[in-house]
Nanobody, 118 residues
């Protein structure tokens, strides 16, 4: 079993910054650094959407709406992936989830709420 625990969410004013963390534990020893990690988000009434991913080699992908504002990174020694969010907008308000896929099984964290006020 793999557990993902997100943290770092909160209430921030538009234009502000937050840094989310996701720590992986459980049966991930020795394989965290081989897996692509991703951040998703879900707003009320909307489908969950992919925000960013980072491969084991550090190659990143961002959805267009966050390019230039968000940065995904990882620390394999700590089994942790980060999402640094700058210039936050009200439309970034959502629950943010960490994700990975191991041996065809999807794993999700419980999510962390990000609320951006105007």
């Amino acid at each position: 079993q793999v557990q993902l625990v997100e943290s770092g969410g909160g209430l921030v004013q538009a234009g502000g910054s937050l840094k989310l963390s996701c720590v992986a534990s459980g049966r991930i020893f020795g394989i965290f650094d081989t897996n692509t990690m991703g951040w998703y988000r879900q707003s009320p009434g909307k489908q969950r959407e992919l925000v960013a991913t980072i491969t084991r080699s550090g190659r990143t992908y961002y959805v267009d709406s966050v390019k230039g504002r968000f940065t995904i990174s990882r620390d394999n020694a700590k089994n942790t992936v980060y999402l640094e969010m700058n210039s936050l907008k009200r439309e970034d308000t959502a629950v943010y989830y960490c994700n990975t896929n191991i041996l065809s099984s999807d794993y999700w964290g419980q999510g962390t709420q990000v609320t951006v006020s105007s």
